[in-house]
């Protein structure tokens, strides 16, 4: 999976489509986008006092802003 993963790399940074990174450093990025807001979940709700509807809230907005954070550290 991770040989396949390379080559999707690759492939877009060759065409032009992502500025050129690691392989390794895109996935732990990306790992480490997704990880934290779910490690961290418990503390945000206790710090923010938020119920389920609320976190869940918070989750789906930090779903759209790790993708732009990615997309645009990822432009050419």
Do not use: N, W
Request: net charge negative.
């Amino acid at each position: 999976v991770y040989h396949q993963f390379c080559a999707s790399v690759e492939k877009a940074i060759s065409q032009g489509v992502i500025r050129d990174i690691e392989p390794l450093d895109l996935l732990m990025d990306v790992g480490s986008l997704v990880v934290f807001s779910f490690l961290m979940a418990p503390i945000i709700t206790d710090f923010l006092d938020l119920d389920q509807s609320h976190l869940t809230d918070f989750v789906d907005h930090r779903k759209q802003e790790a993708l732009t954070l990615l997309f645009q550290g990822l432009r050419v």
